[in-house]
């Protein structure tokens, strides 16, 4: 055939279209059809790398279930974590894929306290004690919380019988390793919710911010010992003559062991000028409140097997002046969102404004956080 002058090609009957590889992949192919898939004797899987698993434990301890939800809640070296060796299943990650980040294995549950997420499943036992003490990323619950409807106090009785209730929460501002910085809120509220002849009032309200560091177990020759480390302000927000407050440093080691916590709060209170004059809001609202509250806190908590009871005694007063005061719960675990509790107290300063008065109250309630 000429396409154009000088050019020209010829077909020919027979062109080699098929090459050894090709007719191979065509028998292959018509084996198949003839005989079926193939069978697979056996699935290899894909090899897989260990990596630890990190919890915070110490010698004697009942390990926290999961102090990092995730990767991206809590990283591997937050505060409060340390590697354990006694793990059955380990944390894997694909070989093929070692870009990819460690997928933590699924916990039994938050660590406890972090939030109230946490109350759809039972607190593992051995962890009630310590749940105030935790060392949670983000927003989390710090102080007990509670809710105290049924009260009775010879001081505050009949119409006057009041509603206490307390809330308190705390946010991480910084995870620097050994230990994290926090800032940290309570309020404590006396409701005279039963006095209809003076509008159910709010007799009292304590607000306690405060900033402070958690360091958990910092020194190996110490492994049941923790510490906080804070300043504090705590004040009724009244007018004066009405106003009560005092801003204070303060050092709280605590330990730490299977059911138990024994905590030891001491603080010094920041001077303020009790010189000025009466109507001055600058002036120290109570110059002798040290009398009475003194500067040492002692707690101690115990969880026990049945219905996750927990008891909890604090102690504090001056022993110059002999005054003081000591408050002991006891609360049992009754559903998914809280616990029965009996509260005890006798003794000064219950609140701010009761800080030179002694007294005794008796109280059933719920509690949200123990």
């Not at 007990?144 to 010879?154: A, E, G, K, V």
């Not at 003794?347 to 005794?360: H, K, P, Q, V």
């Amino acid at each position: 055939m000429r396409l154009c002058s000088g050019t020209s090609f010829q077909l020919r009957p027979h062109m080699p279209v098929r090459s050894a590889s090709s007719l191979h992949l065509i028998a292959l192919i018509l084996v198949g059809v003839i005989h079926g898939p193939a069978q697979a004797d056996t699935v290899v899987p894909a090899p897989s790398v260990p990596l630890p698993q990190m919890v915070p434990v110490a010698p004697g301890d009942i390990p926290l279930q999961n102090p990092a939800p995730a990767p991206s809640d809590a990283p591997a070296n937050s505060a409060g974590t340390s590697p354990i060796s006694n793990v059955t299943t380990p944390v894997v990650v694909p070989a093929t894929a070692p870009e990819q980040a460690p997928i933590l294995l699924a916990p039994a549950r938050v660590q406890t306290g972090c939030s109230l997420r946490d109350y759809g499943i039972s607190v593992s036992r051995g962890q009630l004690a310590a749940a105030i003490y935790n060392t949670c990323s983000g927003f989390s619950l710090h102080k007990p919380t509670f809710l105290m409807p049924f009260t009775y106090s010879p001081r505050y009785d009949g119409r006057e019988t009041e509603f206490i209730f307390q809330i308190s929460a705390k946010a991480q501002l910084w995870d620097y390793g050994p230990g994290a910085l926090y800032f940290g809120y309570s309020q404590k509220s006396f409701f005279q919710v039963y006095n209809t002849t003076k509008s159910k009032p709010f007799r009292e309200n304590n607000f306690n911010p405060e900033l402070f560091t958690r360091l958990p177990r910092p020194f190996s020759f110490a492994p049941s010992w923790s510490f906080d480390l804070g300043a504090e302000h705590e004040s009724n927000g009244n007018d004066l003559p009405d106003s009560r407050s005092y801003n204070r440093l303060y050092v709280q080691p605590y330990w730490t062991r299977g059911r138990e916590v024994w905590q030891l709060k001491a603080w010094y209170r920041l001077p303020e000028d009790k010189n000025r004059a009466l109507d001055n809001p600058k002036r120290d609202d109570n110059p002798d409140l040290s009398d009475y509250t003194g500067y040492t806190e002692l707690r101690y908590r115990r969880d026990f097997p049945w219905r996750n009871a927990l008891l909890d005694v604090v102690v504090r007063g001056n022993v110059n002046t002999g005054r003081g005061a000591i408050q002991a719960d006891y609360s049992v675990e009754i559903g998914p969102v809280g616990a029965l509790f009996v509260r005890v107290f006798n003794g000064y300063a219950e609140s701010l404004i009761d800080y030179n008065r002694s007294i005794t109250r008796v109280g059933i309630g719920i509690a949200l956080q123990r």
